[in-house]
């Protein structure tokens, strides 16, 4: 008799692991992180922030809620090709393991209350999630079967965290400034193009077998996307001295995201050379760093606000 109480009590303790463990799945929590860091850090480097953990870790869960929601939306219209891929084939709702309207009832309520809590910092922190959101689960995701312009009108969600985390610092019934929030929009939005392409070249195989088009040219990795990959990559030079310019850090900063901006042009230039996988590869895994210093290093070298 004990055994079998012993048997129920561990079943359900797994179960409840393994449905933890699928939501963490469905709100791809790694990729969520990435994003919300920048929301958070752009919320920092805004001129009337002081460092507040309460404040800091409600934004955090704001922002993983809502990008989780995205995420969920994602992977319930993609269970067919997940289902076709081995590296997503494991996920929730193409495995099976979870119903799709589960999986609904789910990114609905995790939604919801993502929003409420941008809403508690600022009105246009929650539309500009809310918007984030619908273009990422409902445009962006269809889109990717389509044509690779998808790539473009996801850059926009992919950005957005930035222009949220600096919005969310905005006084009600106050003139404030969006310019530091455009740019840090912009530093992400370009970034996004060696990334995903550098990602789209390594899985091309998995993607083009599910009906993904994600690369700029129709006959897969070719000298055209590594030319695209390198002219982005250029772009982002010009972008990262405006934080210095404007403002937001100091010239200490501007040289590091200098030589971050250089290294990334000089990965896609070996891409162009060598038209390989191991290529991509670096210019996918240095873009995952680029992110992290860059940012880091402008909330490091944060200016003070003018008296």
Known sequence: MQENRNDISGSTSFALVSRVKDYFQLCKFTLSFLVVFSTVISYL????????????LLLFAGGMLVTGSANTINQILERG?????????????????????????????????GIVIMYSFSTEAAWLSLFSLVLYGFVYTPLKKVNSVAVLVGAIP????????????????QTNDWTGGWILFAIQFLWQFPHFWAIAWVAH????????KLLPSDKGPTKFTALQTIMYSAMMIPIGVLPKVYGISGAESMWIVLVCNLFMLYVSVLLYINM??????RVMFSSYFYLM?????LYANKMPPHP
Not at 82 to 96: E, Y
Not at 205 to 212: I, W
Request: charged share 15%.
């Open 45 to 56: 480097l805004a001129p009337n922030i002081r460092f507040n953990l309460i404040q800091v």
């Open 81 to 113: 090709t997940d289902a076709m891929m081995k590296r997503t084939a494991s996920r929730p709702v193409a495995s099976g393991r979870m119903t799709p309207e589960h999986a609904w009832a789910f990114a609905a309520l995790i939604g919801a209350a």
């Open 158 to 173: 992919g950005a957005l965290p930035c222009l949220i985390g600096w919005v969310a610092s905005f006084e009600p019934n």
């Open 205 to 212: 195989k998995d993607y083009s077998t599910a009906g993904f």
């Open 276 to 281: 390989d996988v191991r290529s991509a590869r």
């Open 293 to 297: 210093i860059v940012f880091l290093s």
